[in-house]
Each structure stands twice: as structure tokens, then as C-alpha cells.
């Protein structure tokens, strides 16, 4: 345990607010402690040791103690020291839950629930993270895991025993915006339990089951709906999502390091009796008004001022935009082509489903890639790093090749005289490259933002669930009204008018990075 002297803390402006922990928190000659926020626990709880060792050197006497993992990452408290077994468990749990939310999407999407019940579930997709996510910065992530969940689980009722359509509409939409606070605290439970040397392969597992969801939705649905009513369809995501609230209440204990280490500090006064031991996040001067107000200002100022973070959010939200608008070109495209009935359409999104899969699979190359990458800078610099940024790209850039290639192919082989198993492999290669993209996009605005990663990933969030939420709407009509193949060819262009900008910003990124008032230089 580690102890260093506390000043009062400056009052922060809301420019601030998000950056640190311990701000302020000075040593005896006056230097400051932990100002990076990007500092690591261990790095906060080095710092508090010289803080220690210079007070003893001036003979003064500390008034706070500020309490660590005792022996880093193999503490017992400490969420990473937990078994490997358990450590999957509840990822395996966390990335069900999430399955669960986004197949929901689209599992009931019969002629019973029109389009517009999809366009408002993903609208409250949108919404929910970003007015309550903050919140598990003050009470943790398991609080917002069991109130969201419960909430989610109580919002499917009303879906399944709906006697009208305003019913249904409201219903999926608090449904989407409960789902949606679910999903914006689960990816920090994956970074809690695993270093940044074990992080890469859970998350890109993590990473792949939003995307899975809309793909096996469709195939349950289509098996409930051809067989039985389509009452169903809800009645077994009740099933599924029950199960999955029990699974966290039992098994998914809290993670979130800053509130374990505030109550190991209360422990540990309860049982000294000695109050000066504090937690990191007891020294904040955060407050849960500004921190929301930060959480939903922050993300647009981020698509306002930086063209970095706006064309790649731009670009992901077309290619999801894509892959909700294939909720309804599927079934027009397959019904029509090759008289596919309601549960072979759902077999139909297997392809994109397959290539998702394949795509997450060359996560090892991609490692070697950026550990390469990272090798020749140090090379030509004689001294060793972290690597760029843009060293994350380069999965983007192959992927910005393989989505286009696979919409032309989806959209000049869609005729009846043409076996279908040829355009469902235009779909699998737009999964691959779909997947490819939004783990380089991902990862580089983490990287490149890492002060506000964030606000990043919710301004992405936010412009995705708006694109996914209005494709929809004009899926049906643009294909009846120009035709599968142009309607496809239509939203193959896009991904190639956006294809150049991950290569753009691998190769000139560090420079538009240093004009950037928000990005790391």
C-alpha cells in the first residue's frame, strides 16, 4: 500500500472533467502526481510511491494513503488475477448478452412488426449509452448491468402479448435504448479482466458478436416464424434473455477496477480505523452532472472538429447501415430469385455470419503486422515504443478492399438463373471486409483519442445506430424501384468512395494528428 500527501484539489472546468483521476494531488516539492490519464494503476500507484519516498526523505508527514493493488495485477482483488476459466466465462456471458440484444433487431421483424419497430429499437440503441453509461464511472459497471438488463427483460413483454402497433413501437424502443446502456459498459468488462499483452484476442471475440447478432437472429426467427406463431419470436428472447440476467446476477461479479480499489480502501479504514486511506477516484473532484453533460457533448464535438474521427464514423455507419438494409433485401431478393421460404432466408444470412467469423480469425496476422510495424520504427528512431496509431489501420485498409468486391458480387449475381450459394458468397466477403474495417476503425480511435476513447466510440456508436435505424426505412423501395443489381451496385459505391480513408490516414495520419486539439501527438 502506497501513500502520498494530499493538496486541495483545483476546481476543474468541464474541459477537464474527463482526463483524470488524481489531479492536483501534489508531493512535498510541489511536482504532480498522476496528471496523465492515460497512466495504468500501477503506473498511479508508482508515482504514489515517490510521492512516499520523498515525504520520508523531507521528514514530513503524509496526510492521505493511497491504496493499490498490493502486488499489481496478481492481487486477489484485483479482477485479472482470476482464473482463466472464470475470465472466459463471463466474456462467454457478456458477448451472449450482446448477441441477444442485436439479434433482437431483427428476430421478430415479421409482417407483424413493421420496419419502423427496427428503426426505434436501434434509435434507443443509440440513446441509452449516452445519457447513462457515465454512470458506471461512479457505481460500476455490475449496478448498470443488472438495472439495465432487468429493465430489458420487462421491456420484452409488452412486445410479446402487444395487442397494436403503438404498443410495439414504444415498447422497442425502450427495449433498444435499455439493451443499448447494457452494451456500452460490457466492452470495459473484457479490457478489466485482461492486460493489454492478453486483450487483443478477447476483444476481438467481443468485438464479433454485435455483428453476429443480426445474422442469427434472422435464422431463429425465420424457423419460429414459418413453424409457429410469431409470438414466439419474443417469448424464447425472453427465455434467452432471463437466462442471461440470472448468468450476471450469479456470475459476473463487479470488475471495474476504480470502485474496487474504493472498496478495498473502505475495508481497509473500517479495519485500520484510520480514514486518510483513500482510492484514486476518492480524490476526484468528478461529479456524476458534469461527467453525463461530458458524455453527451464530447461525442459531437469530436464529429465537429475532428475529420478524422467523422469520416470514420461516417464509414462504419454506412457499412452497418449495409448490413440492416439486408434485412429486407434478403427476403425480396431470395423469396423472389429462388423461392426461398421464410426459415431458408434466415439460412441465407449464414454467409455473412461465416465471414464475420473469418475475418475475426486473422487477428494473429494482423498482431505480427502491427508488431512489425513497430519493430522498423524503432529501428529508424534507435529507441523503442508503443508504435503509431495508424498501426491499427492496416486491417481497415484490406478490409476496404474485400467489402466492395463482395457487394458487386452480391449484386450481379443476384438473378434466378444464377445458384444462390454465389451470392451468398458476395455476402460472406463484405462480412469479412466488414469486420476488418470496424476492428482497425475501432482500435485506431482508441489509440489516436486515448483521453477520450470514450467519447470516440460513443460518437461512433451514435452515428452507426443512426444509419442502421434509417437505411431500413428505404431498403425495400430502392430495391423494387431500381432493381437488385443497381440498388446493391448503389451501396457498393459507397464503400468505395470511402475506401482511400483508412490508407489515407496510415500514411498521413501523424501529421493531421498534430493540428488536431484533441487526438494524442
Not at 28 to 36: F, V
Not at 497 to 521: E, N
Request: hydrophobic share 45%; net charge neutral.
Amino acid at each position: 500500500m502506497l501513500e502520498i500527501e494530499r493538496s486541495t484539489p483545483e476546481p476543474k472546468d468541464l474541459e477537464q472533467e474527463e482526463k483524470t483521476y488524481v489531479k492536483n494531488t501534489s508531493t512535498p516539492d510541489n511536482s504532480t502526481l498522476a496528471e496523465d490519464p492515460s497512466l495504468s494503476l500501477r503506473d498511479i500507484e508508482n508515482n504514489a510511491q515517490d510521492a512516499s519516498d520523498s515525504a520520508s526523505s523531507t521528514g514530513s508527514v503524509p496526510e492521505t494513503y493511497i491504496v493499490g493493488w498490493d502486488d499489481g495485477d496478481n492481487d486477489p482483488l484485483c479482477p485479472r488475477s482470476f482464473g482463466t476459466a472464470r475470465k472466459w466465462a463471463m466474456v462467454f456471458i457478456v458477448c451472449l448478452t450482446t448477441l441477444c440484444v442485436h439479434m433482437e433487431a431483427e428476430f421478430g421483424n415479421s409482417r407483424i412488426v413493421s420496419v419502423l419497430g427496427l428503426t426505434l429499437f436501434v434509435f434507443g440503441m443509440a440513446c441509452g449509452p449516452m445519457l447513462f453509461s457515465p454512470l458506471s464511472e461512479f457505481y460500476g459497471r455490475r449496478p448498470i448491468y443488472l438495472v439495465s438488463w432487468t429493465m430489458y427483460v420487462i421491456w420484452l413483454v409488452p412486445q410479446a402479448v402487444a395487442r397494436n402497433i403503438e404498443t410495439m413501437l414504444v415498447a422497442r424502443f425502450l427495449n433498444g435504448f435499455s439493451g443499448g446502456t447494457f452494451l456500452a459498459v460490457s466492452g470495459g468488462t473484457v479490457g478489466d479482466l485482461f492486460s493489454k499483452r492478453e486483450l487483443s484476442f478477447p476483444m476481438a471475440v467481443f468485438s464479433v458478436s454485435p455483428f453476429l447478432g443480426p445474422c442469427i437472429g434472422p435464422l431463429i426467427g425465420g424457423f419460429i416464424n414459418y413453424n409457429v406463431h410469431w409470438r414466439w419470436t419474443y417469448y424464447v428472447l425472453l427465455i434467452w434473455a432471463g437466462s442471461m440476467l440470472l448468468a450476471i446476477t450469479l456470475l459476473v461479479p463487479e470488475t471495474y477496477h476504480p470502485i474496487l480499489l474504493r472498496n478495498k480502501a473502505r475495508q481497509v479504514r473500517n479495519t485500520t480505523g484510520d480514514d486518510r486511506w483513500r482510492a484514486p477516484m476518492e480524490l476526484s473532484t468528478k461529479s456524476i452532472h458534469r461527467t453525463v453533460a461530458l458524455s453527451l457533448l464530447r461525442p459531437f464535438q469530436l464529429l465537429i472538429f475532428e475529420p478524422m474521427c467523422l469520416s470514420l464514423c461516417m464509414y462504419s455507419a454506412i457499412l452497418l447501415g449495409i448490413l440492416y438494409l439486408f434485412f429486407g433485401a434478403f427476403p425480396l431478393i431470395f423469396s423472389t430469385n429462388h423461392g426461398f421460404n421464410l426459415w431458408q432466408i434466415g439460412l441465407s444470412f449464414l454467409g455473412i455470419g461465416c465471414g464475420l467469423i473469418l475475418g475475426v480469425s486473422t487477428d494473429p496476422v494482423w498482431h505480427r503486422v502491427r508488431t512489425r510495424l513497430i519493430s522498423k520504427m524503432d529501428g529508424e528512431s534507435s529507441k523503442s515504443g508503443h508504435g503509431e496509431p495508424e498501426f491499427r489501420l492496416p486491417p481497415a485498409i484490406l478490409g476496404a478492399f474485400i467489402a466492395p468486391i463482395g457487394l458487386f458480387l452480391f449484386a450481379w449475381t443476384s438473378y434466378p438463373s444464377i445458384h444462390w450459394i454465389v451470392p451468398i458468397i458476395g455476402s460472406l466477403l463484405f462480412g469479412t471486409g466488414n469486420i476488418l474495417i470496424f476492428i482497425g476503425i475501432f482500435t485506431f480511435l482508441v489509440d489516436a483519442y486515448p483521453e477520450y476513447a470514450a467519447s470516440a466510440l460513443a460518437a461512433n456508436a451514435f452515428v452507426r445506430c443512426l444509419f442502421a435505424g434509417i437505411f431500413p426505412l428505404f431498403g425495400n423501395q430502392m430495391y423494387e424501384g431500381l432493381g437488385f443489381q443497381w440498388a446493391s451496385s448503389l451501396v457498393a459505391f459507397l464503400t468505395v468512395a470511402m475506401m482511400p480513408f483508412p490508407y489515407l490516414f496510415f500514411k498521413y495520419g501523424k501529421s493531421i494528428r498534430g493540428k488536431s486539439r484533441y487526438a494524442k501527438v
